[in-house]
């Protein structure tokens, strides 16, 4: 059996490695353009503000580890230029320049995702950056240190990932964001939160500025919007991404509404053999039980995971997602689950929320700080069906708890009974989360 795999970041190296496990003796090929694979992409803020020194240190495998671990031919620099559904044959230009070919049984496509670039002026000039792949970052990196002000196009998550870092390393920074408020897929109450710590470190915020374009003489020297320019030595843009599906749609593989690749729980496309997982796809949304685009790491992982087994001829489901997510801006926690009062509004659900402000451990016990509960409920059924928490410790467990409270529908009786653990350290006896549910009986 023949499997190719085409791309090398997470989805496309879990494919892989599940194909393998699944089929000790199958012959996997995965093609990757670049000359990185298995890189973290999610560390480059990291790795820019100084917190990782190498970048190095952001690549779990190197081609040479993985092809002996896993017995997959890697192919780093080979550009696939076309696939032949009918002969089975991807088409790619090796490392060396030749147009070569390898044939396919079954076929992964993990093509991920690009940043979205405004059609503004100017983006030619030196100094202008989206952040996406490590070699850019090391680029990034020498350039931010010849760089005294830095602008971030963009107040979401790449983009208040980048301002924390940039501080740490010193930089003046300026984020400017299109809409009211920074952090979109939360509610604004609690972007408001987002952007007091934004402005207490030092960070300057300007929200509702549309970029029309940049100026500079060869090297970016403004950031132009609509009323005001911001001098600049810098400029990143981190506006969102969109699929990659070039090759897909080439093939006739469906896409769905939000224009990333339409697939089954197993991961399949509408063309037979051919399966699709990561940042180029949709899932399904468990809450809304219809296909979203939400790319993620740690999504993509698993769903290369699956498509990667049934590739290979197994059999694996990938249920869908709620829209977890986490960040952490300065000392500032951020994390969401399920749909945003908004966004619920978007796909016509009634809500019902609540917001609570607590403190993150016992009222006695040394160190506790403020934390923020928001639940949303569903107004028929009385199901929680979103949740935001924002903190300065203790998030990430609460979003864990609140995501499988959402994927098992549960009421806020429900929640206020789970079996949550207890100890000063850790938060008062009454959790927020459980005080929230309770608050939300009333
Ligand atoms: P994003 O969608 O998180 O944020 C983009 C931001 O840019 C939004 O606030 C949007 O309103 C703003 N914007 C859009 N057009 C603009 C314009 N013309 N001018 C100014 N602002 C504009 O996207 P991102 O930060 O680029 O991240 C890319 C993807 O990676 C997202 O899907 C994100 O969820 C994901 N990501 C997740 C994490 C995490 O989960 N911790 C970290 C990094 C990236």
């Avoid at 496990?21 to 973290?40: C, F, K, M, Q, W």
């Avoid at 790619?92 to 396919?104: A, D, L, Q, T």
């Avoid at 960070?203 to 003489?217: A, C, F, I, P, Y």
């Avoid at 459980?434 to 009333?442: D, E, G, Q, T, Y």
Wanted: glycine share 10%.
């Amino acid at each position: 059996m023949k499997i190719v795999v085409i791309g090398g970041g997470a989805a496309g190296m879990a494919a892989a490695a599940s194909a393998r496990r699944v089929n000790p003796t199958a012959d996997i090929t995965l093609l990757e353009a670049s000359r990185h694979v298995s890189y973290g992409s999610c560390g480059i803020p990291y790795y820019l503000g100084g917190l990782v020194e190498d970048v190095s240190r952001l690549v779990t495998y190197t081609p040479e580890e993985f092809r002996r671990s896993r017995k997959v031919e890697v192919l780093t620099n080979s550009y696939v230029k076309d696939i032949n559904v009918s002969s089975k044959r991807v088409v790619y230009v090796s490392e060396k320049g030749e147009e070569r070919e390898v044939g396919f049984d079954t076929l992964v496509l993990a093509t991920g995702a690009r940043p979205v670039v405004p059609k503004i002026e100017g983006l030619g000039l030196n100094g202008v950056y989206t952040v996406r792949f490590l070699d850019g970052a090391v680029k990034l990196k020498e350039d931010l240190a010849r760089s005294k002000r830095v602008t971030i196009i963009g107040a979401g998550y790449i983009g208040l990932e980048l301002a924390e870092n940039f501080k740490r390393a010193g930089r003046e920074v300026t984020v400017l964001e299109l809409l009211p408020r920074p952090m979109p897929n939360i509610d604004p109450e609690l972007a408001e939160i987002v952007s007091r710590e934004l402005k207490k470190n030092g960070v300057r915020l300007e929200l509702n500025k549309r970029v029309v374009g940049l100026k500079g003489d060869g090297r970016v020297e403004k950031v132009v919007t609509e009323d005001v320019e911001y001098e600049t030595d810098l400029a990143v843009i981190a506006v969102g991404v969109k699929p990659n599906v070039a090759l897909a749609k080439r093939i006739g593989v469906e896409l769905g509404e939000s224009g990333a690749i339409k697939t089954n729980s197993r991961m399949e496309t509408s063309v037979k053999g051919v399966f699709a997982a990561g940042d180029n796809s949709e899932a399904n949304h468990i809450v809304l039980n219809q296909p979203v685009y939400i790319p993620l790491a740690q999504t993509a992982n698993k769903m290369g995971y699956v498509a990667g087994a049934n590739a290979a001829g197994g059999s694996e489901e990938f249920p869908g997602v709620v829209g977890s997510a986490i960040t952490k801006v300065f000392d500032l926690e951020i994390g969401r689950t399920g749909l945003g009062e908004e966004e619920a509004k978007k796909y016509g659900v009634e809500t019902k929320s609540v917001l609570i402000k607590a403190r993150s451990r016992a009222g006695y016990y040394p160190g506790g700080r403020d934390l923020w509960v928001k639940l949303i409920l569903e107004k028929s059924s009385n199901v929680i069906i979103g949740g935001q928490v924002v903190g300065y410790e203790g998030v990430w467990g609460r979003i864990a708890a609140l995501t499988l409270a959402i994927m098992n529908r549960f009421t806020p009786k429900q929640l206020v009974f789970s079996d949550l653990p207890y100890a000063p350290p850790f938060n008062p006896v009454w959790d927020p989360l459980i005080v929230a549910a309770r608050v939300s009986l009333k």
